[in-house]
């Protein structure tokens, strides 16, 4: 052999030695590259019976040397719904894993559901961490719970009638298209995931029942979750939408309730509510841009701006109880803000207005909001805002509109309040209440929230003293 090849033979002996003992070490370097091949495992089987799923992930390092993994653990532990099994060890947590340089290991994790159970969350979450170096990784589950219909961002595309059977769950979003009617029957629940906003672009009719309502609310139905606002975004009734009804319709705990936007392009109004209970949205109950909306016998309550309408349009509100109490959600904006203009980049745009309430209460939790009504008014367009038997409470008269026989500052002596204890009964005392026998009768809604006959002269408010 001559010294030519000797040296290189020794060259690369040496290198490859080298090489060997570097594969061999652990890298300990907080920049240590670690990947898995998902970010989350979603089991979207709509379980009818106790069953179970197995599905899987790899962990993968991507460094030139070994990786120890501290833990890769199921933050929810025994109590979990789904179980791992980690590089062929069943457990809910394995500590000190050593993958080779350029290597993977597979995590195996199984769900197990008993769709029965009403303790049970409409989805079951849970997580995987992964800790290395310092760092740490997550791999998110998810999967469905308790029996009902799951409609992950389904396109409603046909006429289409829900039932009452099974409630309905709406991840990510429920769209009804152009020209299409989506009809609930009395006592269909529908239940949307934080994510999962109601996108109206055709026609939503809920026909619901004082016996069986028809509810929206968010999908967290345990305990620490179901009153929260804001849980879910709300049902949005956008531009080519029109003839939409509630009836016996409860929306709660959104972040806004309802928003209709821009006009109908027929003479009906864009929604109407009927005997209706809006409850405890984060932003707005009802906020309307420009739109039309007519609501009687209905409860707006404890929502950040209980109604807001922006940039005219025509509205009408008769015998509705509209009042905010801090809970969840501070007090700090009127029941009742309408105007009939909008700003955009610097510029005011102006628009008629036409709103009508009649034997409405306003009120607020007294020492927060100085007008529970305010009425704005920009440039000369038809603005015709009248106030007819309706009780409020506002430090002035409201502005910009024409007052009928209305009660001011006259507290309407609700049934029962307790904000400590989210008690709201909005039904009026036997004090007796100034709203009792204060409204008009030449209405035609003839019975109140709690379907009971109005009796002339007709109370203010959504509720008729029996």
Known sequence: ???????????????????????????????????????????????????SITQSFKIRNDNDQKLLLGNVKLMGGTASSFTININGIAAPEVTNIEIAAEDSMYV????????????????????????????????????FGQNANFLRGRVIETNTSWNNRLPYVILDRLQIDTNITLTLEAGCKVYCHANAPILVDGTLVANGTKEQPVIFSGDRTDADYRDLPASWPGIYFRETSKSNELIFTTVKNAYQAIVAESPADNL???VTLRQCIVDNAYDAGVLCVNSSLFADNSLISNCGSNINIIYGGVYSFTNCTVASYSTYISHRYPVLAANNFAIYDGSTFTTSLEAAFTNCIFWGEPGFVENETSIGREGNDQFDVTFTNCLYRNAVEPANSTKNNCLLNQDPLFDSIDVSRRIFDFHLDNNPSPAID???????????????????????GCYEKQ
């Open 268 to 270: 009906f109004p864009k």
């Open 438 to 460: 204060a409204g008009i009768s030449s209405v035609p809604y003839l019975k109140d929230l709690d379907n009971n006959n109005r009796i002339a002269p007709f109370d203010i």
């Open 1 to 51: 052999m001559s010294k030519y090849c000797l040296l290189y033979f020794l060259f690369f002996t040496f290198c490859m030695s080298i090489f060997s003992c570097k594969k061999d070490s652990f890298i300990t370097s907080s920049n240590a590259r670690l990947s898995t091949d998902v970010d989350s495992l979603k089991y979207d089987t709509v379980f009818t019976s106790v069953g």
């Open 108 to 143: 195996f994790v199984t769900v197990n559901i008993d769709p029965s159970l009403d303790d049970l969350p409409f989805i079951v979450k849970d997580s995987i961490q992964i800790s290395y170096n310092g760092n740490t990784k997550f791999v998110q589950l998810e999967a």
